[in-house]
């Protein structure tokens, strides 16, 4: 009895493996600041802590 319980425990773990659909990582929403290390918008030109220009980095 507790083997055919184990059986169907298994086969019903895998069918609900099946279905899960893995997320792909989400792109960062912040970055820091290289001047005064703090946590900033991704979008942000300048920070607003220190207000010093961000400069661009390019995605290589």
């Given at each position: ?6 059986c ?32 900033i918008?991704?979008?942000?030109t300048?920070?607003?802590?220190c207000?010093?220009i961000?400069?661009?980095t390019?995605?290589?």
């Open positions: 009895m507790v083997f055919i319980l184990f169907l425990m298994k086969g019903s773990n895998k069918l609900t493996g099946l279905t899960k659909k893995e997320e792909a990582p989400a792109e960062p929403e912040t970055k820091i600041c290289p001047y005064c290390q703090s946590e918008s991704i979008k942000a300048r920070c607003p802590h207000t010093s961000l400069e661009e390019k995605a290589e």
